[in-house]
């Protein structure tokens, strides 16, 4: 599968080292630029590109970056994804810590509604209740003594209401 990282940060990278020693295909992409991840790229073999180009042909494209960040992303980053490609957004809200307040969210709304419209695509909300450590180190196959679950959030966007 052809998999895309936005974000090189703690899960970011850890989700590269997960998918890639599962013999997935990974782009990876951050704010600084592609050189900044050449040692997570010889480490994994994923293959470092700059943000706007990070999602082309990708079938699942993982977000994993502050809240913040979103807005500032390229216009249409998304653009280019394979047809029926899931977007995945890691992120939680943490306005004290990382994100200030973004207006929206403090109104109500839903965070990964407000993520939506800022990608133009619908998300599903995943590895945001998981520290990086755990991430790296629990994953087992079904049927393993000790296996965790993590939750999963989305929606088919064909039931949506209009």
Partial sequence: ?????????????????????????????????????TELAAE??????????????????????????????????????????????????????????IAELERGTVESRWTEAHLGRPVIKAFNTIQPQQLATRGMPAGAPGRIALPVAGDDPRRRPR
């Avoid at 073999?45 to 999602?55: D, F, K, N, S, Y």
């Avoid at 082309?56 to 500032?72: C, M, Y």
């Fill in 44 to 101: 994994t073999g994923a293959t470092p590109l700059p943000i706007a180009e990070v999602a082309t042909g990708a079938d699942l494209v993982i977000v994993a970056i502050p809240e913040s960040g979103i807005p500032k992303l390229p216009a249409r980053v998304l653009d280019g994804i394979s047809a029926g490609a899931a977007v995945v957004d890691t992120g939680n809200y943490v306005p004290a810590l990382r994100d200030g307040t």
């Fill in 1 to 37: 599968m052809n998999i895309a990282i936005i974000g090189a940060g703690n899960i970011g990278a850890t989700l590269t080292r997960r998918l890639t020693a599962l013999g997935h295909h990974v782009s990876i992409a951050n704010s600084r630029g592609p050189y900044t991840l």
